[in-house]
């Protein structure tokens, strides 16, 4: 138990404000993820430190994996997630991709550039806050 002194009161720790979904980053998210579907991905898209990890096997290998769940049916916006450690101005957002066969989660950090951070593809629901 901790006990304040008559006068102590405890400082709020200020929580960062995450904006609402944002209709353009769900355009961006839909798009990327039927490209990785494709298998034809513009790393023109990427930031500069997220390229060298896009090679033709880590596309075609991903592309197979995302193809076996169906075509893209629709999107739904799970919301922010934190980066910890991040780049300054990256924001993260989930969706949830409702393909035919099966969901797939999308998790897409997207820097203050407008540039992807990093995308990554899950079979199961990231864990929350």
Not at 3 to 14: D, E, I, W
Request: glycine share 10%; net charge neutral.
């Amino acid at each position: 138990m901790l006990t304040l002194g008559a006068g102590a009161k405890p400082t709020p720790t200020a929580t960062p404000t995450l904006p609402p979904e944002d209709p353009a980053i769900s355009a961006v998210a839909r798009h990327e993820f039927v490209a990785w579907q494709a298998g034809v991905v513009d790393k023109d898209h990427y930031a500069p430190a997220a390229r060298s990890s896009l090679t033709t096997d880590a596309i075609s290998n991903m592309s197979k994996a995302l193809s076996s769940y169906g075509a893209l049916v629709h999107t739904i916006w799970q919301g922010h997630f934190p980066i910890v450690g991040g780049p300054p101005g990256v924001v993260g957002y989930t969706y949830r991709m409702e393909c035919t066969n099966a969901p797939v989660f999308e998790q897409l950090m997207i820097g203050a550039d407008g540039k992807i951070d990093s995308i990554n593809f899950l079979k199961k629901p990231p864990p929350g806050p």
